[in-house]
């Protein structure tokens, strides 16, 4: 497709049950972000892959959480052990690996979790 | 640390009214600042984006504005029509954009008739 898809678009789960989040680049980004959004808390940037270099894993908020991406494309989000607390939209973005500043950011509509 | 912070939260406007989020960053190396828009069950979109070598960047209806020694910079949206309704984010990165944007906590914007 021509957008960046995210599945599943809703995710119930029960505390303390593990989920895995799935995305879906613009074939030809290399560059591939999650982003966690939370009511009143704008866009919290969790990992980041560029290419072949090692992920920028700074943003995830406890080991709970971990991500790959498969052949440079397709980036799976794990989070173990869900907590209440982990209830928000996972946003994946891609974006190409140069002149980032023009084209941006394309958004996936993202995954709603909701943890119970 | 929230290293952008935005406001107001929400701001509600008369259509043909001119709303204004404004954002204060803290991080000096940050040379990239674009604003994003997002729908109700939509990912954010770019809408328009700055560089610090200029004040002020026009693209149709929308409008930054940018005070470098200030650390600030605004988004304004010129005639403003119901189906501008929808939250905004600025966001602000280095390296001209290609590292990672770390983002306000978004403005949601309500345009009424």
């Known amino acids: 497709g021509a957008g960046v898809s995210q599945s599943p678009s809703n995710k119930v789960t029960e505390k303390g049950k593990d989920v895995e989040l799935r995305c879906d680049p613009i074939?030809?980004?290399?560059?591939l972000y999650w982003y966690r959004q939370s009511l009143g808390q704008g866009l919290e940037f969790l990992i980041y892959?560029?290419?072949?270099?090692?992920?920028?894993k700074s943003g995830l908020p406890s080991d709970r959480f971990s991500a790959e991406r498969t052949g440079g494309s397709v980036s799976t989000l794990t989070i173990q052990r869900t907590q209440q607390e982990d209830s928000a939209v996972y946003l994946c973005?891609?974006?190409?690996?140069?002149?980032?500043?023009?084209?941006?950011?394309?958004f996936g509509s993202g995954t709603r979790l909701t943890v119970v | 640390q929230q290293q952008v912070k935005q406001s107001p939260q929400s701001l509600i406007v008369q259509k043909g009214g001119i709303p204004i989020i404004n954002c204060a960053y803290e991080?000096?190396?940050?040379?990239?600042f674009p604003w994003y828009q997002q729908f109700p069950g939509k990912g954010p979109a770019l809408l328009i984006a700055?560089?610090?070598?200029?004040s002020e960047k026009k693209e149709g209806r929308f409008t930054i504005s940018f005070n470098k020694s200030a650390k600030q910079f605004s988004l304004h949206i010129m005639d403003s029509q119901p189906g501008d309704s929808a939250t905004y984010f600025c966001a602000a990165s280095h390296n001209f954009g290609n590292e990672k944007l770390t983002f306000g906590t978004g403005t949601r914007l309500t345009i009424i008739p």
């Open positions: 892959f560029q290419g072949n270099s090692a992920p920028d």
């Open positions: 700055i560089r610090p070598d200029v």
């Open positions: 074939s030809g980004h290399t560059a």
């Open positions: 991080n000096t190396a940050f040379d990239y």
């Open positions: 973005a891609s974006s190409f690996s140069r002149d980032r500043g023009r084209y941006g950011y394309t």
